[in-house]
């Protein structure tokens, strides 16, 4: 056989040699499909946990049998996909247009005693590579890639159309919504969403570049770069314009966005409290709206000239111990 096959044509051969290849690529997506089942195989209730190398996962065979009538035939339900045991929550909260000299949580000036707290209990990063603009640098958080690789080397209001900057991810590179997604997890989105074209923002779709088509099965928040935090115009539930502020004076979206979420989560985990989640908290509103009186008042390191404020923050213990 070995000999029969060197004395065919190179280019026969090359094509011969391509096809093992692909076969020999088939033989581990066969074996991922192959997991171990828990409960009962075949019922509704039974689940399993995939081999995460393979998005999507290969489809389960059909493990039942069927007969000419329902008598002799077994019914099969493919086993419901879950996380591995243990598997942590993540909530991922994004600041908006905000550098490391901000918040006191990374030595700047402006007091977040929240976030202090998280810090304090966990670790912080501080090799985080931004673009230096907002739809970029989300883009390359929740996909991993390069900006430019997922389309976004701008913002969506001035993509152009040009490989690298057409503010279109396309579908060979998922979020990390889709990914956690698919293995089981419950996904959702509060808050800015800067990363759907501009040319898609309607009730007319297609909604394959809104949060819901990258991966998450909730999503509550404005779409574009900006929008009131009083009364937001371009709020949305899912693909629904929402107004939840007509009515009620002092309303505010920062406070109806954690609301949202926190109603989000106790439904979750009364419907399925084995089911882990992975939620994206991205407020607009920025801290450095803050006033200059609070910060003053808070913090004695502040100074009323650029010059202080730039010394004040590179000499921050924690700035220091970060760089």
Not at 204 to 216: K, L, N, T, V, Y
Request: one cysteine or more.
């Amino acid at each position: 056989m070995a000999t029969a096959y060197w004395n065919k044509p190179l280019w026969l051969r090359q094509r011969i040699s391509a096809g093992l290849a692909v076969a020999l690529l088939a033989f581990p997506c066969a074996n991922a499909s192959t997991q171990e089942v828990s409960g009962t195989p075949g019922s509704p209730s039974a689940t399993t946990t995939i081999d995460g190398r393979y998005l999507p996962n290969p489809p389960a065979a059909f493990g039942g049998v069927i007969n000419l009538d329902a008598t002799t035939s077994t019914p099969y339900w493919s086993p419901t996909v879950v996380p591995p045991k243990n598997a942590p929550n993540v909530l991922l909260i994004i600041t908006d247009d905000v550098g490391f000299g901000a918040p006191s949580t990374f030595g700047g000036l402006i007091p977040t005693p929240s976030m202090d707290r998280v810090a304090a209990a966990g670790l912080r990063f501080t090799q985080f590579n931004s673009t230096a603009l907002c739809s970029p640098t989300r883009a390359a958080l929740i996909t991993g890639r390069n900006h430019h690789s997922v389309g976004f080397g701008v913002i969506s209001e001035i993509s152009t159309g040009y490989p690298g900057y057409n503010s279109v991810i396309t579908k060979d590179k998922v979020t990390i919504g889709k990914i956690l997604k698919d293995n089981g997890y419950a996904t959702s989105w509060f808050g800015k969403n800067h990363n759907t074209p501009s040319f898609q923002i309607s009730q007319a779709g297609p909604f394959d570049q809104w949060p819901i088509g990258m991966g998450f099965d909730y999503f509550f928040g404005f779409m574009g770069g900006e929008t009131s935090q009083w009364q937001p115009g371009n709020l949305m539930r899912n693909t629904t314009p929402i107004h939840p502020y007509v009515g009620k004076p002092g309303w505010n979206l920062i406070t109806a966005m954690a609301d949202d979420a926190v109603g989000y989560v106790n439904q979750l985990n009364a419907l399925d409290p084995k089911k882990p989640f992975f939620s994206i908290t991205h407020p607009e509103a920025r801290m450095l709206r803050i006033t200059r009186r609070r910060i003053g008042s808070t913090n004695s390191r502040a100074s009323s000239t650029w010059a202080g404020t730039l010394r004040a923050t590179r000499s921050s213990p924690i700035r220091s111990a970060s760089a």
